[in-house]
């Protein structure tokens, strides 16, 4: 026998899934329009780490970054503001204040947490980016692999991940060698 | 031969029983349409991932919502037009379980959002947590215990810090899963959440402790016991299916807990430890003690089999702590006693009922506990020796015995 609630439970149910489906793609599309363009250069990885489904595991670097102020203990998320210099963003300083949205900044989620040892103000805090996979077809991986261990092994090249960020949220756009998509590298 | 029922009752037993099966009620077709189910919802994702970085970004969003829908289709399907039947129940609420999740991994993919896996469970599980509710099917429920399970195990390497989401959810799902679980009559599926079930939640507890990990200690004995109690209940449907894996897992749980007080680094180093201060400062750690205890009260005053010396064992586990907090060798000697005891409990119930299982896992624990004791002391090989030959020669007499006696009984039957 069912419930008289039933029926409007699941429309309401449906449309929560819907929801939350829906605003993830909003942000993300969000970011993508309304974001601007940040270049991190990759670092060497490390070549043991195994190519795990489909995505390429990169490595933009964990800098120690000067911090401004200190953590309280209701801190979940640090903003790490950043820097152009000669084409490419690095991390300027770290504060536990949101900036304001003129200034380009990323917005890190701390996943532990606060210690007392965190909430001493320190000199630098490591800085873990959370872009370090770069998704893309099986059958591509591990021409991906290859090519990008290569140049990342030749001084000459620069490897970076293309990254939109706005307002703290970023969204990963594409990996490049040299000006050119990794995407093109793997068609030639 | 004298007939046990007349001709009458036997035509209404048989007509009964032809009425009673309906197509699609059988749990054969059940579990056969829920793996068709996972089957296509698998199949689905693969066949879409082939030639997935060739379509347009708008293509691959509005694919991934694809399998949502399908999903969700077949629930409003499965609801409005087919409310009787148990195989669309537990088919379409299977499939959109694992559609959802599909769902969300394309949206992940087409805009490479980073992130850890256990971040990932946690919005699956969110996302899903109400068809639990709605649709009361068995098969998305033992689904729904297992992503539950996942993530709690990755959580402990990957924790997120959107814990008041999971205690939000937590608690109601818990009672309501009991609920479904205890209403389920069919033996195999009643068998699989009285497995799934204490197991997950024995994963899940460690995280209400990981800043008290002392009072841990207590919380899990109280859910051993809650775990042996909860199979004896008037409102499980399927009491034999659910005993099976919580009497074993509780009572494994509790055994092991009542021998590390044995050891008296071990008691002396938990009441070093447990401080009321540090309980009381993670509401989280208190919560659920007090939960865990009202439970186990609640559950051993209603206990439909009363009597049975392992029900006690968290009374003796307290009292054996509250002792050893005046004098750790006094609870010390205090624990060896009633474990002791217990195992003699075990032996002579299992001589008395003639239950092999019962006898031969209180002579191992009599045997594990006179073991024990000789790491502790200094006691010469001819000692050790000669007590080794006499507890291996009581498991051949008992054994003998109560074989013995169960043969007499059919003989004389």
Known sequence: MQHRWLKPAVVIFIVFQLLIAGNIV????????????????????????????RYLELNPGSPCVPVRDS????????????????????????????????????????????????????????????????YLAAEDAPRAEKLVNESLRDTSTQVWISVNIYRGKYQVNDVFINGKSLKASLNN | MDSIIDEATATRIVQFEKERVLPGTSIAVVVFTVLGALLV??????????????????????????????????????????????AWKEASASFLLLTTGATLALISQVFQLQGTLSEFLLLWIVCVAPLVFISRASASAILFI???????????????????????????????????????????????????????????????????????????????????????????????????????IGFIGSVVMLFMLTKKFFLREITEELKWAELFSQPESWIVLILLVGVWLFLLLKSSEKGRIVQ??????????????????????????????????????????????????????????????FFDYNLSFVIRGIAFLIIGGLFFVANRMVLRRGKEEEHAA
């Open chain 2, 146 to 248: 297992i992503l539950g399970s996942w993530f709690t195990i990755l959580a402990y390497w990957q924790p997120v810090n959107t814990w008041h989401v999971l205690w939000i959810l937590a608690v109601p799902i818990l009672f309501f899963l009991l609920y479904i679980a205890s209403q389920e009559s069919k033996r195999a599926v009643a068998i699989a959440f009285g497995w799934l079930i204490p197991l997950s939640l024995a994963l899940s507890l460690g995280h209400a402790f990981s800043h008290t990990e002392s009072w841990a200690f207590i919380a899990y004995m109280a859910f051993f016991q809650i775990s042996i109690l909860f199979s004896t209940h008037r409102w499980i449907a399927h009491p034999t299916g659910w005993k099976t894996g919580m009497d074993f």
């Open chain 2, 312 to 373: 006690y064992l968290f009374p003796a586990f307290l009292l054996s702590l509250g002792i050893s907090f005046a004098d750790v060798d006094a609870g010390l000697i205090f624990s060896n006693l009633f474990v002791l005891l217990f195992s003699v409990n075990m032996i002579s119930r299992g001589i008395r009922n003639k239950v092999l299982l019962t006898l031969n896992t209180g002579l191992l624990m009599f045997s594990v506990l006179v073991i024990m004791r």
């Open chain 2, 41 to 86: 919802a698998l199949g689905i994702t693969l066949i879409v991932a082939e030639n997935w970085d060739d379509i347009p970004r708008t293509g691959r969003i509005i694919i991934s919502f694809l399998p949502i829908l399908l999903g969700q289709v077949l629930l409003l399907l499965s609801i409005f037009r087919y409310p009787g039947s148990l």
């Open chain 1, 26 to 53: 909003y942000n993300e599309i969000s970011v993508g329009g309304l974001g601007k363009e940040y270049k991190f250069l990759c670092t060497y990885y490390d070549p043991v780490q195994p190519f795990v489904g």
């Open chain 1, 71 to 134: 953590a309280t203990d209701k801190s979940t998320s640090y903003f790490v503001v950043l820097k152009d210099s000669g084409g490419f963003h690095y991390p300027d300083y770290i504060t536990y204040k949101r900036p304001e949205s003129s200034i380009g900044y990323l917005e890190i989620n701390q996943n532990t947490r606060i210690s007392w040892f965190n909430l001493r103000v320190r000199d630098c805090k490591t800085v873990n980016y959370p872009f370090t996979r770069f």
